[in-house]
C-alpha cells in the first residue's frame, strides 16, 4: 500500500532562514512524487514535482530512493511562503491515485 | 477563466438533508477526482471518474454517489448527511498518467449541522 508521511504538523520559521519540509514515502517500486501547496483561501495548486527537477518560487525537492524521502527545501524563507504543504505520491504505469500525506503548515515569520 | 471550478462554495445545512457539489473543469482532462479535506486538514481521495467511467472508489459511505455526465463534469451527490460529513471537499482535474498533476477546484466547505 501507498503511504505518505509528513512528520511535522507544523513548521516556523523566519523570514530568511532555511527551510526543510519532511516528506518520507511507502511504495514498492518507483513511484511520482508532487509538493502541493495551498495558500490561504486558496485552492490547492501544484508546487513541483520530481520528474521536473525544477525550482519553483525557489523550492526544490530531491527525491532519495534510498531514504524513500523527498524533502522540500528553501534556502532563505520569504513571508509569502506560509501555507499548508502537501506532500503526494502516484503510482508508475498508469493508476490515478494521487496519495496525499497529512500536510506541514509552514509558518514564516517577521 | 476558471479551470477547475464548484458550485457552492459554502453549503449549510441540516443533518438527514440531502445535497449535491458540482464539478467542472475546462481544461480537457479526461479524469475528475473528489477528495474530502477533513477539519485536521487531512486530504483523502474519495473517488475517480475517467472518460465517465469510476475507477477509484475508496471507503466511502454509499451515502456518496458521484456522477459524471461527461467527461467535463463530476458531480458529488451526498444522501442523509451527517454531522461528521462536516468537511472542505476538493474537485480536481488531471490528464491520466502518472506524471500529470492535478488541478484543483477552490473546494466547498460543507457544514452539517
Known amino acids: 500500500a501507498q503511504r505518505v508521511t509528513q512528520p511535522e504538523k507544523l513548521l516556523s520559521v523566519f523570514k530568511g532562514a532555511p527551510v526543510e519540509l519532511k516528506c518520507n514515502y511507502s511504495?514498492?517500486?518507483?513511484?511520482?512524487l508532487f509538493w502541493y501547496v495551498q495558500y490561504s483561501r486558496q485552492r490547492l495548486q501544484l508546487l513541483l514535482r520530481h520528474i521536473s527537477r525544477e525550482s519553483i518560487k525557489g523550492f526544490t525537492a530531491d527525491l532519495n530512493k534510498g531514504e524513500t524521502s523527498f524533502h522540500l527545501k528553501k534556502p532563505f524563507a520569504q513571508e509569502e511562503d506560509s501555507a499548508m504543504y502537501y506532500c503526494?505520491?502516484?503510482?508508475?504505469?498508469?493508476?490515478?491515485?494521487?496519495?496525499f500525506g497529512t500536510g506541514t503548515q509552514l509558518k514564516v515569520e517577521l | 477563466d476558471t479551470a477547475v471550478s464548484q458550485t457552492p462554495k459554502y453549503l449549510v445545512t441540516q443533518m438527514g438533508n440531502d445535497k449535491s457539489i458540482k464539478c467542472e473543469q475546462n481544461?480537457?482532462?479526461?479524469?475528475m477526482y473528489w477528495y474530502k479535506q477533513d477539519s485536521k486538514k487531512f486530504l483523502k481521495i474519495m473517488f475517480s471518474y475517467n472518460n465517465k467511467e469510476l475507477i477509484i472508489n475508496e471507503t466511502v459511505p454509499n451515502r456518496f454517489s458521484p456522477k459524471s455526465p461527461d467527461k467535463a463534469h463530476l458531480n458529488l451527490h451526498i444522501n442523509s448527511l451527517e454531522l461528521g460529513d462536516s468537511a472542505v471537499y476538493f474537485c480536481a482535474s488531471s490528464h491520466v498518467g502518472a506524471e500529470s498533476p492535478l488541478h484543483f477546484g477552490n473546494g466547498t466547505r460543507l457544514t452539517v449541522t
Open positions: 481544461l480537457g482532462h479526461d479524469t
Open positions: 511504495y514498492s517500486g518507483s513511484p511520482e
Open positions: 503526494a505520491l502516484k503510482p508508475p504505469g498508469g493508476g490515478n491515485k494521487l496519495t
